[in-house]
DNA sequence: CAGATAATCTGACGCCTCGTGAGGTATCAG
DNA sequence: CTGATACCTCACGAGGCGTCAGATTATCTG
């Protein structure tokens, strides 16, 4: 993001910076209500009130503003990623648990359409939405096999286990959560359930303490 | 399944399922090498050495081809849901619970293309490959949830937890885990650990004893 | 087995989107 | 106000979409 370039590497001015960000916001807005493969430049375009000339000025394709949108998204994740630094282990920490679950679901839901394309295009071998999901989910996923790793030399979790693989489990459990609880919640499953349960499981993974 | 139909509504002779099934066949093909976005109508017709206007009198477009490929996995589900009616507490039960596991990733090695267009066109809202995966995950799910809900009446597990939504948290992590191994192992993770640490922490979440 | 009938397939077409390059319009410095 | 630069669009060839009328192939009947 230092410094962001047209397609065909100028610098950009005041006026292309704008209508670039025109463009990544109107491509959200579709991606979200047509889904990803109904998104087409021309109606990204129009809404912004240009023409799909002007559109590949800034993007190689609609993937790429998708791209674009995910990195941006994936600057958002730190201060989550942050709640597994404090202490899970004494009297706050399946509050910490919870509140990192709920940060979790809230990225989500800001973020679901481009997170969805981000992770298929990672499933199907895009090796550019790879680098972003793992640049995202690596922050999270490293600080929690480090947490595993601590008490699994405590002697609370037992030695079967390997701290990257619970990580991985655990990040794999709240991205489906995240991407999922609103098709559980009509069939009579309320949020708070769901945010209380999936931390209690993580506390006790990351912690093998009975709660 | 009962009755296969054309698009036109008329019942299909042995001709015809044969080149619905190759051209189902060429489908798949098609979405693993290329990703569902990339599949060509066209393509898949020649593939089987037809026209595309073959294709269209079997399927609405590509996505109810991949539908009918998404329903006849689901059919594959039950055996491995089987494993859930097993008894969890004994001696067996962590090795049952690594049974599942097991057969949960290799599930999806076979069906991997076709269980993440689902499941992307499930999120997206599509309505048809909702219900599919419901049918799919709602034989696991639901018997996750009995099992949590016994342990739970005898004390095993905390009150605090939601059986279903403990339920649905382990779906979630089986299913990510079953879609996402592979791009794990190659960051020195193997295989083996991942089923194992997986399985213990849905052996302890379902049962609630330590392990 | 011929001829009729039904089932299955395809050629060909109009429509739409894609992505590009040449040229037009806004904006800014002096 | 004028030229230079930054930004944008027009217009087009290429190619996939989805349809329908008609050709081809299978099946049936006597």
Redesign the pocket.
């Known amino acids: 993001m230092s410094q962001t370039l ?1 397609i065909d590497g ?1 610098p ?5 910076q704008e ?1 670039r960000r025109r463009l990544l916001d109107a491509t959200y807005e579709l991606v979200q209500t047509n889904g990803i493969r109904d998104v ?3 109606e990204v375009a129009r809404r912004v ?6 559109f ?2 800034y993007f190689r ?1 609609v993937d790429e503003a998708v791209l674009v949108l995910a990195d941006e998204a994936a600057d958002e994740i730190a201060p989550i990623a942050a709640l597994l630094d404090e202490p899970w282990n004494g009297k706050g920490g399946l509050e910490t648990a919870r509140a990192l679950v709920d940060a979790y679901f809230r990225f989500w839901d800001d973020h679901r359409a481009v997170m969805r394309v981000r992770n298929l295009a990672a499933d199907e071998g895009d090796r550019r939405f790879r680098d972003v999901r793992n640049r995202a989910l690596g922050q999270v996923t490293d600080r929690m096999a480090r947490n595993v790793a601590e008490n699994q030399r405590a002697g609370r979790v037992p030695p079967e286990i390997t701290p990257y693989s619970a990580a991985a489990a655990m990040v794999s459990m709240l991205e489906r959560m995240a991407s999922y609880h609103f098709d559980l919640e009509p069939r009579g499953v309320t949020r708070a359930d769901l945010v209380e349960t999936t931390a209690r499981i993580l506390h006790h993974t990351v912690t093998g303490r009975k709660t």
């Open positions: 047209a100028r950009l001015g005041r006026r292309a209508t087409r430049v021309v009130g240009s023409s799909p000339a002007t590949y000025q394709d």
